[in-house]
């Protein structure tokens, strides 16, 4: 039977929420981000509170949701640090206008009504004690997590503080003395109605998981918290008394990841494909990403080495997508690795990422890494670009690959356990491929022109060289669909850039074959030049070609060589006669 979830929904006035935390403190976790609202929210805020105040209406004012879980003897924050902050600062604010105010029966009412929601009280005498603050932020990346205290605390700030508690504050302070000389006669209501009337719906989990897919569920700005955030938090407890040196190599990592088009993320879900290969763990479905981490208490985040491994694993990725070289490592400046790797970027899933990833994971240091690595994607690209286009499912190849993963660990020269393609229907598929492989059958063909130099443009298009607008009167003899058909072979396809492309639009062959000589690409230059005209046997031809290029490729690269990675020549199959004749001497018992 699967456990059950509580969940406890009630709305509450400001006053209720708060005060809740004498009992159990609000806790913003690690894993959280900073404090970050402005001066637009804080003045927000304040104006719609004052035009409530001033409007008198019987109604209450809906502030928002606040999702937490019971952590011991805290409630952790989960969604609504923001205004939840806002809220102390802004009654702390209040509170210190009130100390500066004329002694009066309301004065005192709600100073001692606002006391208890910031500080901890005594329950007989009411006396507050102003250094038992009921909020705490331990958000690792909040650089300011001691000002909010101590903001709490003497409800004085640095005067040249610039962080978004002090600012805040500052502002707050300033509206709340502009509203008391100009409302003077609303002020005490305003302060009052807050407690009151302003009313938050406070969504209480009993798990972290629970309340965290509360959050994802109700956010919908983009920034809900995710796996890492949940790591970060768990691996910083971890860290001992390094935290300051975690933290800083965090920050580091994450905005080079950013940069190279990662995120950390990504980064473990890679990570835990290589970890599931160290285990031998071979099985198709797998739980979430952070249920798997979580296993015995997050023990696989308590080692040294996890944001090393990412860092590494980063090293792919720099190359990959910024082209940027690795210092040391001459794999990176290969230009056929790179070109090899870009084929395989235009994969229509994930899946070649993780043999990538663990291949450089386990050989990188090595000598010849550049000689291993080049056959091993090529390999790697037959292999998945085969079985796809075969069967165009995501998920077909995940056995294999998972096997593989394991396999690269276990030995030098790993095993490509996938199974045989027929190269006679994968001949007939490629003429008319599925489209999520068009961009990489058209990076195969324009990589295997000698005279191709680095990597494709960036941006480039799938040109249709006998364009899809046609006049009707040139093939009579044939259906429009049978002409659409076949302009939708890939020997009808070539890599033209973005810009070219636009210039070219729908025209003909004779009109475009000029622009095709500008390219930058060898193989659609060559069209150009080579081509005064194209048609629909063109098309047949050329579909030919590419095959035959692509399958020669694919060969030449492992196709249907279950074994290691290297080159070595496929043996010569036997006629018909010779199989006859090795039948026969098998009845016989001669073989």
């Given at each position: 039977m699967a456990d059950e979830t509580s969940i406890d929904v009630s709305k509450k006035s400001i006053a209720d929420l708060l005060s809740s935390g004498s009992k159990s403190r609000f806790l913003i976790p690690e894993y959280q981000r900073p404090y970050a609202w402005g001066a637009d929210q804080i003045n927000t805020l304040f104006d719609d509170l004052a035009e409530y105040v001033k409007a008198n209406l019987d109604s209450e004012y809906f502030l928002g949701c606040v999702v937490t879980y019971r952590n011991g003897k805290e409630q952790e924050v989960i969604d609504g640090q923001q205004r939840l902050t806002t809220l102390f600062l802004l009654l702390r604010a209040l509170y210190k206008k009130l100390e500066g105010m004329s002694d009066s029966k309301a004065r005192t009412n709600l100073m001692s009504r606002i006391a208890p929601t910031v500080w901890r009280t005594d329950q007989i005498t009411g006396d507050a004690d102003r250094s038992s603050t009921l909020i705490e932020s331990r958000a690792i990346d909040d650089d300011a997590n001691t000002t909010l205290k101590l903001i709490l605390e003497t409800g004085e700030t640095d005067p040249n503080a610039k962080d978004p508690y002090s600012l805040n504050y500052r502002l707050l302070e300033k509206r709340i003395n502009d509203y008391a000389a100009e409302e003077s006669l609303s002020f005490h209501l305003l302060i009052a109605k807050l407690l009151d009337?302003?009313?938050?719906?406070?969504?209480?989990?009993?798990?972290?998981?629970?309340?965290?897919?509360i959050f994802n569920t109700l956010n919908d700005r983009g920034l809900s918290l995710s796996d890492a955030d949940i790591f970060k938090a768990k691996m910083y407890k971890y860290a001992g008394d390094r935290h300051e040196e975690f933290v800083q190599t965090w920050q580091d990592l994450s905005a080079r990841a950013e940069h190279a088009g990662q995120s950390m993320q990504a980064l473990f879900y890679q990570y835990m494909y290589v970890l599931r290969a160290?285990?031998?763990?071979?099985?198709?479905?797998?739980?979430?990403?952070?249920?798997?981490?979580?296993?015995?208490?997050?023990?696989?985040?308590?080692?040294?080495?996890?944001?090393?491994?990412?860092?590494?694993?980063?090293?792919?990725?720099?190359?990959?997508?910024?082209?940027?070289?690795?210092?040391?490592?001459?794999?990176?400046?290969?230009?056929?690795?790179?070109?090899?790797?870009?084929?395989?970027?235009?994969?229509?899933?994930?899946?070649?990422?993780?043999?990538?990833?663990?291949?450089?994971?386990?050989?990188?240091g090595e000598n010849d890494f550049s000689e291993k690595f080049l056959p091993f994607l090529r390999h790697l690209t037959a292999a998945l670009v085969s079985r796809f286009t075969i069967s165009p499912a995501a998920n077909s190849v995940r056995q294999q690959v998972l096997n593989l993963d394991a396999e690269i660990l276990k030995s030098a020269e790993p095993r490509f356990d996938f199974k045989d393609v027929d190269t006679e229907e994968l001949a007939s598929k490629l003429h008319k491929p599925h489209y999520r492989l068009v961009r990489m059958l058209l990076k195969v063909i324009a990589y295997h022109d000698t005279e191709q130099h680095g990597?494709?443009?960036?941006?480039?298009?799938?040109?249709?060289?006998?364009?899809?607008?046609?006049?009707?009167?040139?093939?009579?003899?044939?259906?429009?669909?049978?002409?659409?058909?076949?302009?939708?072979?890939?020997?009808?396809?070539?890599?033209?850039?973005?810009?070219?492309?636009?210039?070219?639009?729908?025209?003909?062959?004779?009109?475009?074959?000029?622009?095709y000589k500008e390219s930058s690409i060898e193989v659609t230059r060559r069209l150009?030049?080579?081509?005064?005209?194209?048609?629909?046997?063109?098309?047949?031809?050329?579909?030919?070609?590419?095959?035959?290029?692509?399958?020669?490729?694919?060969?030449?690269?492992?196709?249907?060589?279950?074994?290691?990675?290297?080159?070595?020549?496929?043996?010569?199959?036997?006629?018909?006669?010779?199989?006859?004749?090795?039948?026969?001497?098998?009845?016989?018992g001669l073989i």
């Open positions: 009337n302003v009313i938050v719906l406070p969504i209480k989990a009993d798990s972290q998981d629970t309340a965290l897919m160290e285990e031998n763990d071979r099985k198709t479905t797998t739980s979430g990403l952070r249920k798997w981490f979580a296993e015995r208490e997050f023990q696989r985040l308590r080692s040294d080495r996890v944001l090393e491994d990412l860092d590494r694993i980063l090293n792919v990725w720099k190359v990959v997508i910024n082209h940027e070289s690795i210092e040391g490592e001459p794999w990176s400046d290969n230009e056929d690795i790179r070109q090899t790797l870009d084929i395989l970027m235009d994969y229509p899933n994930e899946f070649w990422k993780y043999p990538t990833v663990i291949y450089y994971l386990k050989h990188h990597l494709l443009p960036e941006h480039w298009e799938i040109e249709h060289i006998f364009p899809q607008k046609w006049d009707d009167m040139k093939f009579p003899s044939l259906s429009n669909d049978e002409v659409k058909a076949k302009l939708e072979h890939l020997g009808n396809k070539v890599p033209f850039e973005k810009n070219l492309n636009i210039r070219a639009s729908n025209g003909y062959f004779s009109k475009k074959s000029e622009l150009g030049v080579e081509h005064s005209d194209w048609n629909l046997d063109d098309i047949d031809t050329r579909d030919e070609q590419v095959t035959k290029l692509i399958l020669d490729e694919f060969k030449a690269w492992g196709l249907n060589r279950n074994g290691d990675q290297t080159n070595e020549p496929d043996k010569p199959q036997p006629t018909a006669e010779q199989a006859e004749q090795i039948r026969h001497f098998k009845e016989l």
